[in-house]
């Protein structure tokens, strides 16, 4: 074990950071170039563009917690997170290098309808990413004890991966989105691979943990994920339905179905505590809480290219546009409407991004006074002002960017002490598990985003988007209210 690791310095944090980190570059990546690639260049619609990006949660499903589940019982290649670290990098480079050869590929493989071929490689990065995000936080988890030390190397996580989202915008900016493909496919690799080879693993969590064993099955991983059976069914109905369009009719009311049951299970989970609390109870809580937020910011990832361009673009003059700047004077390449609208979208999220790497810094601040769920709380209420603000008064460059720069504050914390507060609520030897089976309130409700979509294209009103993300994470902010603060324990 190397003397930083002993230390626990900030360096080794840096260190141990730098694998979620090329999941956070990988998924900065994704947001900014594939909804625009797959809409500008290959002319998909944006319930064709939602249905590719189903890939992503599909691979969650599968990919969190299968990985999470044989992460907590193998050793391999000197450690139990590293070799799917090691593997999710070196995939997810092979699948930035292919998005660029979409049409080549159709036309060397005989197939076709682009949605298909856009969503298999999709698919092969997402599932890379979800091969590589579990481990990575779970071995946060694993070497660092409960409490402050935790708590830092989860903000230690936001704070260099947010940088780096903050990096890939930029590259976007300057030289467009198909070469931000291939900076991210060299950089990736290098994140993923390389810094979990000068980090030792515990062998043996279980006698370090001094916890008894319990066993996990299919049976056992499906009763846990009660909460979220709405999404699920949901999510299973809008990959059919892409195929077989005499599903259509139930469309709308399935989906309001979904949404309803998992308001009245959220009630019935917060009555259940009051009765009987209990960490489970807890997990179930939290599980709950942050799936309605997954809702809007995937719905806002994949959908804002959409929104910019009809409900932005028309009211301003692209000679004029902030974002055009950086490209124009960098590279001297006069920037077109298709260009602007990715010019846009990536100086909104850099600033999303940068928000979101600073303010851990005052959350932690914030959280050792007032505690970690009332920060959070307090924090993800500022991106249903957010998302608010942009859907009532986004209608011109500078009002988005207003807008996402409070809606980072809120994403500042969903991606950094979220991780922290759910860890202490579940069986430490069983982390990779509780992280996959939590990752489901992630992947799972990113599927609800598909009907979004769908409603959008019906009505037609790009402003729903944003109405419907403010109501989601308001609905987040309810349900958090009631998760109770984990307990300190001594010295921690």
Known sequence: MFDFQKKLTNFFYAILALPATAVGFALSTQIAALSWILSKKYGLEIHEVAFVWLAGPVAGIFGQVIVGLISDNVWFMGGRRRPFIIIGGIVSTVAFLMLPHIQGISRITGISDITIIASVIALFLDLSVNVTFNPARSLIADITAEGKQRTAGYVWMQIISGFFGVFAYFLSMVFGNEKLLYIAAVL???????????????????????????????????????????????????????????????????????????????????????????????????????????????????????????RILPNIEISGIIANWFAEKLTGVAQTADSSIGNILSLGFLILNFVGALFPIVLQEIAQKIGRVRTYIYALSFSAIGYFYIAFLGTVETDFYLGMLLTGIGWSAVISIVFAIMSERVNPAKMGLFMGVFNLAVVLPQMMSNGVAHVIKQTGNYQLLYILCGIFVTVSVFFWIFVREPEVKPGS
């Open 188 to 310: 990736v690799f290098i994140m993923a691979v390389f810094p979990v080879l000068l980090i030792e693993e515990t062998r043996d969590l279980k006698s370090a943990q001094n916890v008894k064993e319990e066993k996990y099955g299919l049976l056992q991983i499906i009763k846990e994920i009660f909460p979220l059976y709405g999404f699920l069914v949901f999510g299973v109905y809008s990959v059919f339905n892409h195929f077989f369009d005499s599903l259509t009719p139930v469309h709308n009311a399935l989906l309001i179905a979904a949404l309803v049951y998992s308001v009245i299970i959220g009630i019935y989970i917060i009555l259940k505590g009051y009765k009987k609390p209990s960490n489970n109870n807890e997990f179930h809580k939290i599980m709950l809480a942050h799936s309605f937020t997954w809702v809007a910011f995937q719905s806002m990832f994949i959908m804002s290219g959409f929104f910019i361009e009809n």
